[in-house]
Antibody, heavy 119, light 107 residues
């Protein structure tokens, strides 16, 4: 059964770079049927898509975050990663990684999420 | 930028039908899907490609998408269905957009 697990620092200082990794287990990240995405949720608020990547490295970013976000993939480690630069308190959120169907765009498997506080 | 609008809250009595709407410009031309999120948990996909149910999702969950509105319908609503519900649209140009979420109360 495919599982995703986020990892990374839970506390980041303002103006620094937030870095998270998502490890995929129970299956391969190298599939043309799926993208791999990051979604975040500020405390008490709704879901916000950050961006997605294919196993080949093609990336798609939210227009509102595109200037500060980089998503990369490491197929040898079955991982994909997120970097958000110049963070502020507004970037405080639970960050989820998820598998996204390339047909229809739905996120069908999610990680448990990791809370990142900017302070 | 593309936006999806959901009602902040919907209330339903147990056993009745709940309908949650999601509105966006020409949404029917995009794929819509729906997620259920309970407190402290990750979202769960309940409808994808407008009308399809993932394995393990009860038949009481159904979806439609036409014109400017996608709708999630829960028939015979149960107490366990109380949760936040999010719609999401996808196409090759706008990629992913989420609605603001709807809190479903079963009372």
């Amino acid at each position: 059964q495919l599982q995703l697990q986020e990892s990374g620092p839970g506390l980041v200082k303002p103006s620094e770079t937030l870095s998270l990794t998502c490890t995929v287990s129970g299956g391969s990240i190298s599939s043309t049927s799926y993208y791999w995405g990051w979604i975040r949720q500020p405390p008490g608020k709704g879901l916000e898509w950050i961006g997605s990547i294919s196993y080949g490295g093609s990336t798609y970013y939210s227009p509102s975050l595109k200037s500060r976000v980089t998503i990369s993939v490491d197929t040898s480690k079955n991982q994909f990663s997120l970097k958000v630069t110049s963070v502020t308190a507004a970037d405080t959120a639970v960050y989820y990684c998820a598998r996204q169907s390339s047909s229809g765009g739905a996120f069908d498997i999610w990680g448990q999420g990791t809370m990142v506080t900017v302070s | 930028s593309y936006e999806l609008t959901q009602p902040p809250s919907v209330s339903v009595s147990p056993g009745q039908t709940a309908s949650i709407t999601c509105s966006g410009d020409k949404l029917g031309n995009k794929y819509a899907c729906w997620y259920q999120q309970k407190p402290g948990q990750s979202p769960v996909l309940v409808i994808y490609q407008d009308t399809k149910r993932p394995s393990g999702i009860p038949e009481r969950f159904s979806g439609s998408n036409s014109g400017n509105t996608a709708t999630l319908t829960i028939s015979g609503t149960q107490a366990m269905d109380e949760a936040d519900y999010y719609c999401q649209a996808w196409d090759s140009s706008t990629h992913v957009v989420f609605g603001g979420g709807t809190k479903l109360t079963v009372l």
